[in-house]
């Protein structure tokens, strides 16, 4: 161990205050923070919840540091972005709903504004007034204009997608025709990308460049590496595809199965838990023809290869902290936004049949330009299993996600694996405790809300088993679709035939694929939790309104 590090892992018990007393400057150094987003990667896809998918870098993360198997986000992209970057409610923080999906009665209120309003604080903009270098790089979807930028959000560098998704190549085609591919720079529009231009790569680069640019000074670094992988359409680099060629011939509903016996096996599901069924929609992999699961199987590799370059990417970003001395010093945190995606494209607003009909995908062809796939809800149900539903949706597939975190120096348990329930929105209160910022009431003037979520550092760093105490109350809303948290207790509202159009009880400690139903036998249980959830509507201002997709 360095004397830096032992220092370091001294400081992390210590308040600002107490390191005043150190006579080292290198002490009196904050630690930098790398917080890593995968997009609508599901809950078992990286190997320490049991996937299948070589993800070393990420092995060896869990091994280091701690692995939290009931971490929990929002069920879509840009509200759970919304919360990560605000510690608040996704209807205080202005993704009420997403952008795409406002409405006119939304129009003038500022939870529904469809960007990351000014009446919360964003942490980048707290971390950069405390002296961190602040980068992003990565997927945006909280603004689309100049204000509402990353840059002007406290990003010091920044090269982001604005919108929610699209081509991981050159050819910014997006993904339906109504949207575009925005990529800015610092909040101007980029013109054109590299010819080789891909995605995961590509943001990977600018963090390292950025990284290296600021160690000019003694400033830590705040990156957020937000990649789009494995949104769709998947696509990825030809020879990561063919690693993958065959391995997912046996289908996904042998897949579902063997995914609940690996978590089964590590811990993180009950030993008594059964997958929720293969939806309607999704055809049993025997009854399909040859073709169909050639086809279907090739989007599965091309899935399984996206995650694998991006865990390759995280590599090199760890191998070059280690290279210029900073690894220790740095904060790490890996994360999904929302369940794997089930969704076909026809979902997307405004998509057409003919603007589907111009892609290329043909079986050689899947994955790679021109092509535009997805992995579906058969092969989603695997990933999320033994969840309900998946992205979209407030059951435990569209929410639960993998959380791995390091704290700087050395954690008191390296390789712990912990099932106490954290919630996104307790992140960016975590991060400002390791920062030494406080937590603002007033920005540039403005006044913001007073921050939701709370710290959980002692659970990071191994002090404490538990987060505080209410870390596991919370409420969900999202296109009219409910669900409120209360420890082990969860209720959950969907209108027919997603659900019952009347809430449902579930003990999630013995049911975490929602499977029975308990409102009928314990009705004194259920009208507590409802009440907790008209207090949740009350106290975040949230609007009933049913969007044309709920209906
Ligand atoms: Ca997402």
Known sequence: MTV???????????TLAGCKATPKTEVARRPNILLIVADDLGYSDIGPYGGEIATPALDQLAKEGLQLSNFHVLPTCSPTRSVLLSGMDNHRAGLGT??????????GIPGYAGYLNFGVAALPEVLERAGYHTYMAGKWHLGLDENTSPHARGFEETFVLLQGGGSHWNDRKPISPPETMVYQRNGKEVESLPDDFYSTRYYTDRTLEWIEQGRADDQPFFAYLAYTAPHDPLHAPKAYIDKYEGKYDRGWDSLRQERLQSLKKLGMVPKGAVAFPRLPTVKAWDDMSPEE???????????????????????????????????????????????ANG???TAYPGQTEEYLGSFDNSLDNRGLPGSYIEMGPGW????????????????????????????????????TMNGSFVHVRDIMPTLLEVAGAGKPDVIDGRK????????????????????????????????????????????????????????????????????????????????????????????????????????
């Open 4 to 14: 830096t590090a032992i220092v370091l892992a001294a400081t992390t018990t210590l």
């Open 380 to 415: 989603a149900q695997a990933s999320m299993s033994p969840s309900r539903m998946f992205k979209a949706y407030p059951t435990e597939g569209g929410i639960r996600a993998p959380l791995l975190v390091k704290v700087a120096g050395k954690p008191a348990r390296p390789g």
């Open 293 to 339: 699961r050639e086809l279907a199987a090739r989007d599965m590799e091309v899935y399984a290869a996206m995650v694998d370059y991006m865990d390759e990417q995280i590599q090199r970003v760890f191998d070059y902290l280690e290279e210029i001395g900073e690894y220790d010093n740095t904060m790490i945190l890996f994360i999904s936004d929302n369940g």
């Open 448 to 551: 913001v809300l007073p921050m939701q979520g709370q710290s959980v550092l002692d659970l990071f760093t191994g002090r404490s088993e538990k987060a505080y105490p209410g870390a596991d109350r919370v409420g969900y809303e999202l296109f009219s679709f409910k669900a409120f948290i209360d420890g082990n207790w969860k209720i959950v509202w969907m209108p027919k035939p997603l659900g019952t159009g009347e809430w449902e009880l579930f003990d999630l400690s013995t049911d975490p694929a929602e499977v029975r139903d308990l409102s009928a036998d314990r009705p004194d249980k259920l009208q507590a939790m409802v009440a907790l959830w008209n207090q949740y509507k009350e106290d975040n201002g949230v609007l009933d309104i049913v969007p044309e997709i709920a209906k």
């Open 343 to 345: 969704s076909l494209p």
């Open 98 to 107: 997403m952008g795409e999906f406002t409405t006119p009665e939304m129009e």
